[in-house]
């Protein structure tokens, strides 16, 4: 929350300063431009001060100066002058329509205003009122005095001064989210070594520094974590080998001696049946040894696999042969279907064998009163994958159980511990599916058997 908290203030902050500085750059742009508008060209109120004092009387006459004049030529405007009765005594370039006399309503009228439609400017003179008119149309006398050309430009202005408003606010909108994004990307880059596993160190700076912070501190976790896992992994996988190797040697020479004793004429029946008993508690022990083996290294990817072009239906008639020929009791029947012969994967002969018969032996050995088993070989539906599915119509298990039968027993994601058996056939089963880039998927119910369905890429 602190660094949620962090990053709206520092956002806030930058609203608002980009609000305060397009508020101060539009001030300073509109007073330039009404500045400008009041001063364009020559002040109306200059050129009248000038004229009324560039007029001089010369007896009966009046004379203007040049540079007066000059200024009245450049405006375009004319000029005349009142006396204190009303009537005009002199006149430069004054409108044909204008009157030549006054009254004094008529003079405080157009001081202030127009003169028939002519802005006018008037300026005290020693000998009357000097007025100057500009052409109609040519000033707009409000507060202040702008020329009418500078009024209809306004919208246009105003027009472009919204759209340089918007190409502002989207300039410091590219500025604030390039460092935006500049200081995002880092965090980008450690969450991604994060979620790949990798360590990952991010520079705390700015306002992220925060995340950052936290970015490494899990990223240092995880590391930590990674490093006691792979630890205990080599310890448990080292203890699984070690012990394999350690009871192959006395087991090989119990059985030894166990067959010996077995098969000796001198023992009496009743010793060779003890030893025959212990020849096959010794095979259980020696498989259970190699099941375990195996399991740990197709775990831990420490087993070798040797790849090959493999057609399903042979190795399923194989197998099932193998089943038949090995006194099968009479309550089981087995039955294989092969759809297609065109089911090719690239696997382990040795390995995927191994599965086949553990999903078999699994049917016969949770089904102790015969069930019938059928083993089929087929293509998926959009003909990409090998299949193939192994069915009884034995006594089956609870569908939520079915998770728990690929996990090793004892594991934490086991949600009951194994009661039958040691749990490692369909466990070993689900790896080395894995191992192939297949999957074991498993369907049951109570009272309506097991459907194991090994699935595997199409060997092309």
């Known amino acids: 929350m602190d660094g949620a908290a962090r990053i709206l203030r520092r956002y806030t902050g930058a609203s608002i300063l980009i609000a305060v500085f397009l508020l101060i750059v539009n001030y300073i742009i509109l007073g330039t431009f009404v500045f400008k508008g009041m001063n364009e060209g020559s002040s109306p109120v200059h050129v009248t001060q000038t004229v009324a004092e560039g007029l001089h009387k010369n007896g009966t006459s009046y004379t203007l100066e040049p540079n007066a004049q000059d200024w009245l ?227 831990y990817e420490m087993q070798p696999i040797h790849t090959k072009p493999i057609r399903l239906s042979t190795l399923a008639r194989q197998i099932v042969t193998d089943f038949l020929n090995n006194d099968l009791a009479e309550s089981f029947i087995i039955e294989l279907d092969v759809t297609t012969e065109q089911c090719f994967v690239m696997g382990d002969e040795k390995l995927l064998g191994r599965a086949i018969t553990n999903l078999v032996q699994n049917s016969i050995v949770h089904n102790p009163s015969g069930c019938h088993i059928h083993v089929q070989t087929t293509l998926s539906a959009n003909q990409r994958n090998a299949l193939l599915i192994i069915t009884d119509n034995g006594k089956g298990i609870e569908p939520c159980m079915l998770p728990d039968l690929v996990e090793l027993p004892y594991s934490s994601k086991r949600k009951s511990p194994s009661h039958n058996g040691h749990g490692l056939g369909l466990p070993m089963v689900a790896r080395i599916a894995a191992a192939h880039h297949g999957r074991l998927l498993l369907s049951s119910d109570t009272g309506k058997g097991m459907t194991a369905e090994l699935c595997f890429p199409l060997s092309s």
């Open 73 to 299: 030529q450049k405006s375009q405007a004319w000029a005349m002058l009142i006396t204190n009765d009303g009537k005009v005594v002199w006149e430069q370039a004054i409108p044909d329509q204008l009157p030549r006399a006054y009254s004094l309503a008529e003079v405080a009228q157009f001081s202030r205003n127009y003169l028939q439609d002519y802005p006018v400017f008037v300026w005290e003179n020693e000998m009357g009122l000097v007025v100057v008119g500009y052409p109609k149309d040519s000033l707009a006398k409000y507060q202040f005095h702008f020329p009418i050309s500078w009024i209809s430009d306004l919208p246009y202005r105003l027009l472009a001064l919204l759209f340089g408003n918007i190409l502002l606010a989207a300039l410091l909108s590219l500025f604030i989210g390039s460092r935006l994004i500049r200081a995002i990307r880092p965090l980008i880059s450690g969450i991604h070594a994060l979620s790949e596993d990798q360590h990952s160190h991010v520079e705390a700076k700015g306002m992220f520094s925060g995340i950052a912070k936290s970015i490494n501190h899990a990223s240092s976790l995880l590391q930590e974590k990674n490093a006691l896992l792979k630890a205990r992994d080599e310890a448990r996988s080292n203890w699984i080998a070690g012990i394999s190797h350690d009871i192959r040697t006395p087991l090989s020479m119990v059985l030894g001696y166990a067959s010996e004793l077995e098969e000796s004429n001198a023992v009496p029946y009743e010793q060779q049946q003890k030893a025959s008993i212990i020849r096959k508690q010794g095979e259980k022990l020696r498989s259970l040894v190699s099941d375990l083996n195996l399991v740990s290294m197709l775990e």
